[in-house]
């Protein structure tokens, strides 16, 4: 089935920068939306960033100017450049990729199993 990889979190220091990467795997015929989420400790999940089909984007506030949100729909990855990077950004990253037409039928939506993003000094 479809699967959603993300790969690239880890330990930073404050100012710093990461680049996540999530990789959709399968046999995937297109995907609308793709999309990260964070979950910080003891809180809800949030919406970070969103890139659309067209290319239009959409940020959380708390990381317009620092984040960007990219995609490669030849390899059905979407990226998130991360800088100037906060203590307040540590959380789980999840991705998300809304409305995939596969081999498995769709539209449906997936979610990555996540990764650590931890901004420390």
């Known amino acids: 089935q479809v699967t959603l990889v993300e790969s690239g979190g880890g330990l930073v220091h404050p100012g710093g920068s990461l680049r996540l990467s999530c990789a959709a795997s399968g046999k995937i015929f297109s995907i609308d939306t793709m999309g990260w989420y964070r979950q910080p400790p003891g809180k809800q999940r949030e919406l970070v960033a969103s890139?659309?089909?067209?290319?239009?984007?959409d940020y959380a506030d708390s990381v317009k100017g620092r984040f960007t949100i990219s995609r490669d729909n030849a390899k059905n990855t979407v990226y998130l450049q991360m800088n100037s990077l906060k203590p307040e950004d540590t959380a789980v990253y999840y991705c998300n990729a809304d409305g995939i037409y596969s081999g498995y039928g769709g539209p449906y939506d997936y979610w990555g199993q996540g990764t650590q993003v931890t901004v420390s000094s």
């Open positions: 890139i659309n089909g067209g290319g239009s984007t």
